[in-house]
């Protein structure tokens, strides 16, 4: 069964700092990975992907993660957080037909 | 590109009615379309898979009956919660996908808020 482990349920991180968002996920086959974004009330943006080749990802926003199938994990990096990256941060695995998402990181950004 | 709109955004009915939620996909064909419930402060639970022209698949613990899907067509389908009850209350989501290769990715709609009283 394919799941998906966010470790963090919240994050305080101040403007203009670094991110980093974990995501440990589990499937049997290659996987396709994705991070979405949701603001309060909203549905989900998509901010990137990975489905094969370069294992490092640029999505918008300026958001990159980078796929290491040695550690099954697919975490979402920033090199410097804005006040309007506030949300809750969801990563997903699947395959063609079912994507599972994590249980999300809300992320607090502070001046 | 790859729009989905979701309508209504925000509902309020009374226990024992029954609501229907639209779907869309705007600019492309969604030959998939996926229906997700999300309670407060939690992840989204697939409720549902359809396919255009062939009766969703649920996922397990999800009543059928209860929760009616249609893919009538390659940019719409409609969840109707039948007897709505307060319980069934939760932030319900849609996701579309078009077919063939490259097209993997879910895109969302915005949410619907049901409100059950």
């Known amino acids: 069964a394919q799941s998906v482990t966010q470790p963090d349920i919240h994050i305080t991180v101040s403007e203009g700092a670094s991110l980093e968002l974990r995501c440990n996920y589990s499937y049997g086959a290659t996987p396709y990975l994705f991070w979405y974004v949701q603001s309060p009330g909203q549905g989900l943006q998509l901010l990137l992907k990975y489905f094969s080749g370069d294992t490092l990802v640029q999505g918008i926003k300026g958001f990159e993660a980078e796929f290491k199938r040695s550690q099954s994990s697919f975490n979402l990096r920033k090199p410097s957080v804005h006040w309007s990256d506030a949300a809750e941060y969801f990563c997903a695995v699947g395959g063609y037909q079912k994507v599972t998402f994590g249980t999300g990181t809300k992320l607090q950004v502070i001046p | 590109g790859a729009v989905v709109s979701q309508h209504p955004s925000r509902v309020i009915c009374k226990s024992g009615t029954s609501v229907k939620i639209e779907c869309r996909s705007l600019?492309?064909?969604?030959?998939?379309m996926f229906w997700y419930r999300q309670f407060p402060k939690q992840s989204l639970m697939l409720m549902a898979t359809?396919?255009?022209?062939?009766?969703?698949?649920?996922e397990q613990g999800v009543e059928k009956d209860k929760f009616l899907i249609n893919h009538a067509s390659l940019t719409l389908s409609t969840l109707t919660v039948t007897s709505a009850h307060p319980e069934d209350s939760s932030f319900y989501i849609c996701?579309?996908?078009?077919?063939?290769?490259?097209?993997?990715?879910?895109?969302f709609g915005p949410g619907t808020r049901l409100t059950v009283l």
């Open positions: 600019d492309f064909q969604a030959t998939t």
């Open positions: 996701s579309a996908r078009g077919g063939g290769v490259g097209t993997d990715t879910q895109y």
């Open positions: 359809s396919n255009e022209g062939s009766k969703a698949t649920y």
